[in-house]
């Protein structure tokens, strides 16, 4: 079977002036469709620029990244875009919705982009899933943080993705709807069957997963089953 | 993929809470495009009603004109080939005496005869005065003349030997202009009287002018074509209808090219204030953007998505300033009235509107394009690291494109303004070193700043001054639009300031300030008795010959005229000389070449004079060339025996042919008497005495003419004043909108400190030293630029004395900077005022 991410010899170097940082370094996974897997470490060992390569956000320094049957190397930015647009969702640590728009045009977006009809009925719809019937013309500012993340969730799912990065998901809440925020993630996840990759510190979400990674120093030191 | 109405409808979504702000920032380039239609559309009104009443404002199919001399045989016999009707205008400058008030006035004398004009009227008070002026010895008194002395239909007017009755008032004449009305009134005679005056005497001033109303099948362009040779040849100007409307248009087109130049830096300093704004609201858009590429949109969409807003609201702003310019136009007739020769019919002019709309959109959009361009590069990335920035830092090819762009549209702007490509090139590299100087030095103050920083200075003005050089700093936005909008108004003023004060010292000091010129030979020793008992110096008592150039270089004057291979000035050749005799140079001259006192050796005792440098070249004369001049019928042959450079603006007789003594004394002359009065009273009770014993004498009152000059160049400062309004509220919107922008660039961190417990007053400390070290170095830079170029154009085109007057520059610069920190703490009164928390929410949340 083909895997859903396909990563080989993946390293990632930044220079500022005659200095070079290795941020990764020599990383391979492959990660099959509908698996839900978390990368773990310590901070700067490297999860957050592992999950933008993978998502076709950045480029490697060497090495390769399949997204599927897309080398996503060889593209450009317009095209992984389209790529991300088709197949991608994210879930930010910060949410990162536009402030400017409503609670349901945020939603909207990635359907929009596609050119789709429906896109303010399937936006309602998740909108009423993860229980934000309410705040369709909210904007960012009037929600909640864990109301905000909701809204980032069903942004993420809006597009049928096959596969959903989320870099720390529940960083910003609270243990109350840090709960709820995970629940929606794994039962739209089971329900949707995309995969799930994860960044987060919080061990309690890793184990909820099929599998962890574990990063330092920009290497992996573990690809092991959960707790 | 999303089409164009997804992408129209994210920007009308994504504007929502930013409209009110965008329209502020757009709002700067409103006054430049109000400027430029109100401008254009009023040139538009003048063009057409050029081509309406250019028939009447010179009253005639064609006029055939010679200054100072009758017409000559060959010309006279010319003119009996038109066929049509005819009149004629003798006119000449003179002495008038009121006997009623005991006055004397400087006056313009237009003998008419026959049924002048054919087209137009001349407007009288009552209206049929001028039917009764052909009758009887009437003159037509100047309307400003009138009330100036307080005179009344039916009272008396002397003109040299013959006294009129004044039979109305001149309300509208022709070929006079309001400089000249003001220091000599027009007075309109039948030409038989003017005999009578005496006034026109061997070497006296005269314009002819004849007059034609020709047949419809006769075509007075291709006449004059015909004949242009033999007329130039004789000195004869002419003018039609076409002419007249050609010199009109032309006339006005430099008063059009200057108002257009304002209208274009009020256009520029706007778009500077666009350019600003749009770079500011691209940088607060940074993190949505880079949401919506992480979501799949491309950097062409995210680009239409913003390019589509700032259009919209250019197009808005655009607009605004169309119709605030169409409906304005009606002010600038009412400032310009002294420079118009008609009354403007003001119409709605589409064309102005429609190029107004497209300069103003297309320069709007060029400048906005600028920042915004950079958003076809932000990276998704910056969605997981805020502080990613590598995106931006590349080059990028467009950039330069759009700078071409720009100049080349600024370039094409002043071509077709000024029709001229090589003045407008200059006008563009002027612009791009003063942009240049501009920015240069907002990175040296950057980088002196952040080099030299006085770490041990308190905090406060440590804070307020590393203001200067952190990110989201305004020293450069606000250095180039401030420094520049300074530097356009100081230099206005400078300009403004140096023609006055050169009018103005004109006769100070020992400088004449009364000419006495006609004076026949017989009435010189009655003169210098009369100026003596009045205890005024005789400054100059100057012998006049009058003469014309015959030969030089052995050929005649037409050979000369009709070589092409050798460019001989027309003017010079053909000028009917006023030559004195001396020995000695006079204080406003300097010799160049040769020797005034005696002559080059090989020579011998041939006659040997002196010549202007300028009017030498023009005939294209050196020293010890070989001249001959006809003096009145007798020739006589000279040498050119030295070049002298005479000082122009002084305001003593001024010769360009100066004879050695003994060769001239014989020759039929007049006499001129300069003086200097030390008082306006003692000016007209001596010159009424003059006027009253030698009626044929004119006396000129300089120091009236120096008023009248001032005046005239008052109403000049006037409209200059008012043109600079535009150009002070463009500057005065970009620095509110590029304050206020700053206010969001700062308020994160204002309520940080606050937070911190700084208090209000270390707040308002804080943003005041930044506001008065921008305001004072943008005031400062716009100043010093403002010299420079002020000091080259009044050196090396206007050639006038460099004197700088400091308070208007001083007045300038403490308004400038005053200004930029009461608008920069007035926009901070929110941070300081309310709560933190409050503050945050409002604006950040």
Not at chain 2, 542 to 570: A, C, F, H, S, Y
Request: some cysteine.
């Amino acid at each position: 079977m083909q895997a859903a991410l396909k990563v080989d010899e993946l390293s990632k170097t930044y220079t500022s002036g005659s200095r070079s940082l290795t941020v990764l370094d020599d990383i391979n996974i492959s990660i099959e469709p509908g698996e839900s897997v978390a990368i773990v470490g310590p901070s700067g060992s490297g999860k957050t620029t592992l999950l933008g390569l993978c998502a076709g956000l950045d480029k490697p320094s060497t090495g390769s990244v399949h997204l599927y049957d897309s080398m996503l190397n060889d593209l450009s930015e317009d095209e992984r875009a389209e790529i991300r647009n088709k197949h991608v969702g994210f879930i930010f640590q910060n949410f990162q919705l536009i402030p400017t728009l409503t609670a349901l045009e945020n939603v909207m977006i990635p359907l929009e982009l596609q050119g789709m009809k429906q896109a303010e009925s399937i936006a309602t719809d998740l909108l009423e899933r993860v229980g934000l019937k309410d705040r369709l013309d909210h904007y960012p500012s009037q929600l909640s943080g864990g109301e905000q993340q909701r809204v980032s969730l069903a942004r993420a799912f809006s597009n049928s993705p096959k596969i959903l990065f989320a870099d720390e998901p529940t960083g910003n809440l609270d243990e109350d709807t840090s709960q709820s925020v995970e629940d929606l993630i794994f039962a739209l996840n089971q329900e949707k069957g995309t995969t799930l990759i994860i960044v987060t510190h919080d061990m309690e979400l890793a184990n909820k997963t099929n599998r962890i990674i574990q990063l330092k120093g920009g290497k992996v030191v573990a690809d092991r089953k959960p707790e | 993929m999303a089409d164009f109405k997804f992408l129209a409808k994210t920007a009308l979504r994504d504007s929502r809470k930013n409209r009110g702000r965008l329209l502020l920032f757009m709002s700067s380039i409103i006054l430049g495009i109000t400027a430029l239609v109100a401008i254009n559309s009023f040139n538009y009104s003048v063009v057409k009603d050029i081509d309406r009443q250019a028939a009447s404002t010179i009253g005639a199919d064609l006029v055939v004109q010679r200054n100072r001399l009758p017409l000559s045989d060959e010309v006279k016999g010319l003119l009996d080939s038109i066929p049509g009707e005819r009149a004629s205008e003798m006119q000449l400058f003179s002495m008038s005496l009121l006997p009623e008030k005991n006055v004397s006035q400087f006056v313009q004398i237009r003998a008419i005869e026959g049924d002048f004009p054919f087209y137009g009227m001349i407007g009288t008070d009552p209206e049929d005065a001028t039917n009764k002026f052909r009758t009887e010895p009437i003159a037509i008194v100047d309307d400003a003349m009138m009330f100036q002395f307080d005179l009344s239909v039916g009272d008396s007017i002397k003109l040299g030997y013959q006294t009129f009755e004044i039979g109305g008032r001149l309300t509208s004449g022709f070929g006079s202009n309001s400089l000249t009305a003001s220091f000599a009134p027009t007075i309109y005679i039948d030409q038989a009287y003017l005999e009578s005056t005496q006034l026109v005497q061997p070497g006296s001033l005269v314009n002819y002018s004849y007059f034609f109303k020709v047949p419809e099948d006769f075509d007075p362009d291709e006449w004059d074509e015909e004949h242009r040779q033999t007329l130039r040849n004789n000195s004869v100007g002419t003018q039609t209808v076409e002419e007249q409307k050609e010199d009109l248009t032309e006339a006005f087109e430099g008063l059009n090219y200057f108002l257009n130049l304002i209208a274009l830096v009020s256009l520029l300093l706007g778009c500077i204030g666009v350019a600003s704004s749009v770079f500011i609201y691209v940088k607060s858009k940074i993190p949505s953007i880079a949401v919506f590429r992480c979501l799949g949109m491309s950097g062409n969409q995210a680009f239409l998505i913003y390019f589509i807003q700032i259009t919209v609201l250019g197009l808005l702003s655009v607009i605004a300033g169309v119709a605030l310019g169409s409906s304005i136009q009606v002010l600038l007739p009412l400032v310009l009235s002294d420079f118009l020769p008609f009354d403007i019919a003001l119409d709605i002019s589409w064309t102005a509107i429609i190029e107004g709309f497209l300069v103003g959109l297309v320069i709007t959009i060029l400048f906005a394009l600028l920042p915004l361009i950079a958003v076809r590069k932000i990276s998704p990335l910056r969605t997981l690291r805020a502080s990613f920035s590598d995106d931006l830092a590349g080059k990028d090819i467009w950039k330069w494109i759009i700078y071409v762009g720009i100049v080349l549209s600024i370039y094409g702007f002043l071509w077709q303004v000024t029709k001229d490509p090589l003045a407008s090139l200059y006008f563009c590299i002027g612009l791009l070193v003063a942009f240049f100087l501009l920015y240069l030095v907002s990175k040296l103050v950057i980088w002196g700043v952040q080099r030299y920083f006085p770490r041990r200075w308190n905090y406060v003005l440590r804070q307020g001054l590393s203001n200067l050089f952190r990110p989201n700093n305004q020293t450069q936005t606000l250095l180039v639009s401030l420094g520049l909008g300074t530097a356009v108004l100081t230099t206005l003023f400078i300009i403004q300031g140096l023609l006055l004060q050169n009018v103005a010292g004109m006769d100070e000091g020992d400088q004449p300030n009364m000419i006495l010129y006609g004076i026949e030979y017989d009435q010189m020793d009655g003169l210098l008795e009369l100026t003596e008992e009045y205890n005024l110096p005789v400054i100059q008592r100057v012998p006049i010959v009058t003469m014309k150039i015959d030969e030089w270089k052995g050929k005649t004057k037409n050979e000369w005229l009709q070589d092409t291979t050798v460019r001989v000035r027309r003017w010079a050749a053909n000028r009917e000389a006023r030559v004195t005799y001396r020995d000695t140079l006079s204080s406003e001259e300097t010799l160049v070449q040769g020797s005034l006192a005696g002559p080059p050796a090989e020579h011998g005792d041939s006659i040997y004079i002196s010549l202007d440098e300028g009017y030498a070249e023009g005939l294209n004369l050196e020293i010890g060339d070989e001249v001959i001049w006809n003096v009145q019928g007798t020739r006589i042959t000279t040498y050119l025996g030295s070049l002298r450079d005479i000082e122009f603006r002084s305001l003593s007789t001024r010769f360009f042919i100066v004879f050695p003594p003994g060769v001239l004394e014989n020759a039929p002359q007049f006499r001129v008497l300069v003086t200097k009065s030390p008082s306006p009273q003692l000016t007209g009770t001596y010159r009424s005495e003059v006027v009253k014993r030698y009626p044929n004498v004119s006396v000129i009152d300089l120091t009236t003419i120096l008023r009248t000059v001032g005046q005239i160049l008052d109403k000049i400062s006037y409209v200059i004043q008012f043109m600079a309004i535009f150009c002070i509220l463009t500057g005065l919107i970009v620095l509110i909108s590029s304050l206020f922008l700053s206010k969001y660039q700062r308020i994160k961190e204002s309520v940080l400190l606050r937070t911190l417990g700084a208090s209000r007053s270390q707040i308002m400390k804080i943003n005041a030293t930044e506001y008065i070290i921008l305001g004072a170095l943008s005031a400062a830079t716009g100043i010093i630029l403002s010299i420079a170029g002020s000091y080259l154009l009044a050196t090396y085109q206007m050639e006038l004395d460099f004197k700088m007057n400091w308070w208007p520059i001083i007045i300038v610069f403490i308004l400038v900077t005053g200004l930029t920190v009461l608008i920069g703490l007035l926009n901070s009164r929110e941070v300081v005022n309310k709560s933190p928390l409050e503050v945050l929410r409002k604006e950040v949340g």
